[in-house]
């Protein structure tokens, strides 16, 4: 009634499918994360939320879960142990393997539950989550409520095999098909299951025969649907079926049963009444920014931005007897104390920043394919998992999507992790799990992503199309991540100390030509490099280049060729958010800017750069902004195009027309 009348939002009914839901939240502890899905009022209702706020929350007003930024049944609360779905379907099941991953590593008798439908399992989610929760022996619940139908697909066109369930046998996990429209079998076999999960430390599978007795969502009808079928369904309504047992058994009168009855409609009306008594909601930009990221700590470990490898690095060769030079460091207690500057390269300052943050957290876990005994493809955690053991440093199956799902379920019970994709051109395969999860949480519900995505990068080294691409661009746009994008050693350990502080999602990249081709001055000290602050590499007068990665060494090795241009070079650093008033300050100091970028160039960051500066800067512009990147074709194998393909190559005739504009 009030969806017709327009007083909450889309609707996608659980009618019909009431028990399992009720009954599988019943079974579990009140603290244990389930991750529901739209059909799933039971679990919302059944976890006892107050049912003003559940109404506030379908009107989208202000104080509702989600501030009015999310629809349905799209939020969670960690007060009630419910994590909210996306749209899309399959995402919910690697949260809880995470979860259950976090109660298995603080060893606590519980487990984590997930629902799907029968359609989701066709996603590869399911695939990667059950696979996953299976291979690392993980307390998962996965219960599939089989209605027959998608949106309005019959499961004769969603898969082959006899039934779902079956499908455990792939995984090496145990299953069961049970009737879902009795509360008392959902009830009892959840419960039962719940404690072979915690037990055998183990994941399971349990299909739940059920119909759904109205269309997909309330606007979509039914026409699809066999009549017959309603009528064979609705003698087997799970709430009228256990109201004839309870009478049946002598426990409820059917006064009693009325009266209930009554004094629900009741208590609903009452709530109705304070929902909509909810104030209208206020729009506040700044608030609507200040939500997308979590607020990040103040961090004792962060050094003044002119600590930097410039300056160090004349210290480091005036001292040439001991290769290391001493310094004043703060120290993890705060104060200061002697440290030891040494030069090393990219790879092993990433390796140590990498270390030192796994003893300085030990809620840190480390995630990846190969990463354990093998040291992953690049041998940054070689040595990892003989210090810090199989529990934090994982080896996962080839399941990108799970493992960035995994990584938000770990937050979500007070984990850091960090997760390396093989290749940056990998995260493809984890792309929603990051954009659409990680990115938006805090933002709809409140909820941080503590994960740290590790990037090896770029080209250069002959690896072809999918081992070399910069997308770097695809993360930017993505309000809710961070980007860091180091190019010096220094700044390669500080980064990812910090991204791994940050309470926020953090794509770290890390380019691959970089790793062993470039050594520089790194303290040993435990430090951060503020994310967010730009670098300022050298001063010029006659052109700016702003750039990052690859590029700043191309910039420096361009300006120490060339050095009748005075080359003023921005380093970038962190390219979401952007430090604009480096940005500003580079193009006030020389009226022509170059924007030079490893990407891509349609798409590219340069442009979003240019654009602003056009916008904020016009005034101290002397020639239009140019940009230098890589040809709009995908990365070429052979040495020779991919050297024609990189931005390198055409360094220096933009540099000529700009400074000849
Ligand atoms: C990845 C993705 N693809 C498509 C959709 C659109 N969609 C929403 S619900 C739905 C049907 C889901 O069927 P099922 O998993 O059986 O669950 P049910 O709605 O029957 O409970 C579809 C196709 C979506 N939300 N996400």
Known sequence: MLLRQGRIS??????????????????????????????????????????????????????????????????????HHICGMISHLGPQLAIADGVALAYKLKQQNKVSLAFTGDGGTSEGDFHEALNTAAVWDLPVIFIIENNGYGLSTPVMEQYRCESLADRAKGY?????????????????????????????????????????????????GTKYV????????????????????????????????????????????????????????????????????????????????????????????????????????????????????????????????????????????????DIA??????????????????????????CESAIVGAALGLSLEGF??????????????????????LAKIHYRWGQNADVVIRMPTGGGVGAGPFHSQSNEAWFIKTPGLKVVYPSTPYDAKGLLIAAINDPNPVMYFEHKALYRSVSGAVPEEYYEVEIGKARQVQTGDDLSIITYGAGVHWAEDYASENTDISIDILDLRTLLP????????????????????????????????????AENCFQYLDAPVMRCASLDTPVPFNLELEKNFMALARLNKTVQKLIGY
């Open 10 to 79: 889309k609707w996608f009914s659980g009618i019909g499918q009431e028990a399992i839901s009720v009954g599988a939240t019943m079974a579990l502890q009140q603290d244990e994360w389930i991750m529901p899905l739209h059909r799933n009022l039971g679990v919302f209702t059944t976890r006892n939320m107050p049912l003003n706020r559940l109404f506030k929350q379908w009107q989208g007003v202000q104080d509702g879960y989600s501030k009015g930024r999310e629809r349905s049944f799209h939020f969670g609360t960690k007060e």
């Open 172 to 220: 090496g996990m145990e299953s069961v098909i049970i009737d879902g429209n009795n509360i008392l079998t959902v009830y009892d076999t959840i419960k039962g299951i719940r404690e072979y999960c915690i037990k055998n430390q183990k994941p399971y599978l349990v299909e739940c025969m059920t119909f759904r007795m109205r269309g997909h969502e309330e606007a979509s």
């Open 226 to 369: 066999p009549k017959e079928m309603f009528e064979a369904w609705a003698v087997k309504d799970p709430i009228r079926n256990y109201e004839e047992w309870l009478i049946k058994e002598g426990v409820l009168s059917t006064d009693a049963i009325e009266q209930i009855r009554a004094e629900q409609k009741q208590k609903i009306e009452e709530e109705l009444k304070i929902g909509f008594d909810s104030k209208p909601i206020v729009v506040k930009t700044e608030d609507e920014l200040k939500d997308v990221y979590a607020a990040p700590s103040n961090s004792p470990f962060r050094r003044e931005p002119n600590a930097h490898p410039s300056l160090m690095q004349d210290a480091y060769n005036s001292d040439d007897q001991t290769s290391k030079v001493s310094e004043m460091v703060a120290s993890p207690e705060g104060g200061s104390r002697k440290g030891e500057v040494r030069e090393i390269r990219f790879i092993d300052a990433i390796k140590e920043g990498l270390h030192q943050s796994m003893q300085q957290h030990s809620n840190l876990i480390l995630m990846g394919q």
């Open 373 to 398: 005994e093998y040291g992953g493809a690049f041998k940054i955690t070689e040595g990892f998992v003989e210090q810090f053991g199989k529990s934090r440093v994982r080896n996962t199956p080839l």
């Open 416 to 437: 850091k992790s960090m997760m390396e994709m093989q290749f940056a051109d990998f995260a493809t395969v984890g792309f929603n799990q990051i954009v659409n999860n």
């Open 578 to 613: 952007l430090d604009y008033d480096a940005i500003a300050a580079s193009v006030k100091r020389t009226g022509k800017v170059l924007l030079l970028h490893e990407d891509t160039l349609i798409g590219g960051i340069g442009g979003e750069i240019a654009a602003w500066i």
